[in-house]
């Protein structure tokens, strides 16, 4: 990318920095076999300390293309299958029964019409999720429970067997492959992928997937060669932002977790996220190894939802418009539906503690942003992918 336009892009974010929005803000392209990385403002607020670009963010929701990109390396070497029911693996979720109104009693249900399939975990249409037009009763239970009912929590005591207990008490909110819902679907994932991988989801993702990459500065633990690096975490409070994590050792992504959430627990840094992307545009290959089937990557990035289909509130507060769902990211595309006359031209996703990545395969493109803020800037982040877009022509 040519130093004007890096500098046009910089200066948006440090605009954005400069007014008080985020104490500062790391971001890295690349573009063919062009990488850059830059970083504007300081690691803290009130801090004077400047971001160096190699900083370790807690990425939440950023977790799940890599959940779902582990799912399809294990579904290739046939430990499961993507049409299977996840009972197989999650014994405690056969026979699911479902609300009758979403609204109603949790006793009120309906048996479900088939089981949850590993599909479904991926797309999101497991059939239980973030409710935000209605009361439900339900939903409201499962916080009480203990599973993960709001920002991403490392420092819960359950166990992924505890888990899914607990989530094993819930009745369903839709049937299975009904809806779209966010996002409860890749918890149970990554109990499914524990199981049938026969490892410890945290130890899965180290052997199998961040390794072979070498993303050596992402885990659902922060790495120990890693955390001079850690940056805090804000939220936005009565008096502008405050502590939401500290980058001490009190943090709480800084011990192993006792759940390693598929959904939204993994920290990392832009370069690490971005041999990740790279390695989805070059077909599933990393420096010459193939590590995932070019269909599987095709399949993930490809579009299970529709964009045109009509949607909830719930759904529309998590997707944007004009974007369907592929498997653990947004896609994008472009043509006239069925599939075959389809092209994906952007995807992936962001995280609720102020992270966000896209890339645009047309354009061998991949861009990350990370921010330290829940929620995430809503004016930074758009004006930051707003320029990108513009600098590259997508």
Known sequence: ???????????????????GAVPGAVLAVSRGKETRVAAVG???????????????????SM????????TLMLAE??????????????PELARRRVL????????DTVAAERPITVDDLLTMRMGFGF????????????????????????????TPDAWVTRFAELPLLHQPGADWMYE????????????????????????????????????FGVPARARTRLVPCYASGGNGLELFDSADATSRWNHRPSFPDARGGLVSTASDYLRFARMLLSGGTHDGTPLMAEQSVAAMTADHLGADRDRSVSARAFLSAGAGWGYGLEVFTTGVAPAPSMRTTRYGWGGGLGTT???????????????????????????????LTALIGA
Do not use: N
């Open 357 to 387: 990545w896209y890339s645009f395969p047309d354009l061998d493109t991949a861009a990350v942003l990370l921010t330290q803020c829940l929620p995430p800037p809503e004016p930074l982040v758009t004006a930051f992918w707003s320029e």
């Open 63 to 70: 977790t799940k293309p890599l959940t779902a990109a582990l």
């Open 42 to 60: 300081a690691r803290a607020m009130d801090g004077d300390v400047p971001l160096s670009g190699d900083e370790v963010f807690r990425i939440s």
């Open 131 to 158: 409710v935000l037009d209605s009361p439900c009763p339900a939903l409201e239970r499962a916080a009480e429970l203990g599973l993960g009912i709001g920002p991403p929590d490392p420092s819960v005591s359950l």
């Open 100 to 107: 009758r109104l979403l609204d109603g009693p949790i006793e």
């Open 1 to 19: 990318m040519p130093t004007p336009d890096w500098d046009r892009l910089t200066g948006v974010l440090s605009e954005h920095v400069a007014a």
């Open 184 to 219: 409860l679907g890749f918890a149970v994932l990554g109990v499914v992928l524990a199981r049938a991988g026969g490892q410890a989801l945290d130890d899965l993702f180290r052997d199998r997937l961040l390794d072979p990459l070498g993303m050596t500065d992402t885990g």
């Open 77 to 90: 070497e046939g430990a499961l299958s993507l049409e299977a029911p996840i009972e197989r693996w999650v």
